[in-house]
């Protein structure tokens, strides 16, 4: 063999090497970009859940405050809180239903019945005034709605717990 054909074979080699290690870095980072984007959403999932679980809390306490309040300046403030909280509410459901799909989703679409029957409990409180039968029927509702996002929350971080895992495994090549 003459030094010209080694010289070529060992070109050739390395280009072959480093075509192959070029393939391979491209497939592990293109399935890394995956997993980092699936990361981000679950990540948002869990805040926007976090939010609606605040919003539910935050209407709870404004019922309460309806209940307490002995002052038309009172009710008024109660009820510009019950209004941003709702809103809150509803639009941080909205966008972790979009953040959702398969089986968290179709809880998530269950359970909005719910958290809209919990809202306008809440609302005939802030704006009617509260009684006995409406205070019962909010605390049925909240802890109903409770539940309801407790398993939802719990589906929420298993999905995080799942794209955190196979993000770390892919960035450590296991």
Same mark, same amino acid.
């Given at each position: 063999?003459?030094?010209?054909?080694?010289?070529?074979?060992?070109?050739?080699?390395?280009?072959?090497?480093?075509?192959?290690?070029?393939?391979?870095?491209?497939?592990?980072?293109?399935?890394?970009?995956?997993?980092?984007?699936?990361?981000?959403?679950?990540?948002?999932?869990?805040?926007?859940?976090?939010?609606?679980?605040?919003?539910?809390? +935050? *209407?709870?306490?404004?019922?309460? #405050?309806?209940? !307490? /309040?002995?002052?038309?300046?009172? $009710?008024?403030?109660?009820?510009?809180?019950?209004?941003?909280?709702?809103?809150?509410?509803?639009?941080?459901?909205? +966008? *972790?239903?979009?953040?959702?799909? #398969?089986?968290? !989703? /179709?809880?998530?679409?269950?359970? $909005?019945?719910?958290?809209?029957?919990?809202?306008?409990?809440?609302?005939?409180?802030?704006?009617?005034?509260?009684?006995?039968?409406?205070?019962?029927?909010?605390?049925?509702?909240?802890?109903?709605?409770?539940?309801?996002?407790?398993?939802?929350?719990?589906?929420?971080?298993?999905?995080?717990?799942?794209?955190?895992?196979?993000?770390?495994?892919?960035?450590?090549?296991?």
């Amino acid at each position: 063999m003459s030094l010209k054909t080694k010289l070529l074979s060992v070109v050739v080699a390395i280009g072959v090497a480093a075509a192959v290690v070029a393939v391979a870095c491209f497939m592990v980072l293109g399935n890394l970009s995956d997993r980092i984007r699936a990361q981000d959403v679950n990540t948002h999932a869990v805040m926007s859940h976090g939010r609606v679980d605040m919003a539910h809390d +935050a *209407l709870r306490s404004d019922a309460l #405050g309806a209940a !307490l /309040a002995t002052t038309p300046d009172e $009710r008024q403030k109660t009820k510009a809180s019950f209004d941003e909280h709702a809103e809150s509410l509803r639009s941080n459901y909205t +966008a *972790l239903m979009g953040l959702l799909d #398969g089986p968290s !989703l /179709a809880h998530a679409e269950s359970q $909005r019945k719910d958290l809209e029957g919990y809202v306008a409990a809440v609302g005939k409180i802030v704006i009617d005034g509260p009684d006995p039968a409406r205070m019962k029927d909010l605390q049925e509702k909240f802890e109903r709605l409770e539940g309801s996002l407790e398993k939802l929350g719990d589906e929420v971080a298993d999905r995080e717990k799942g794209a955190t895992g196979i993000a770390d495994s892919v960035s450590t090549f296991r």
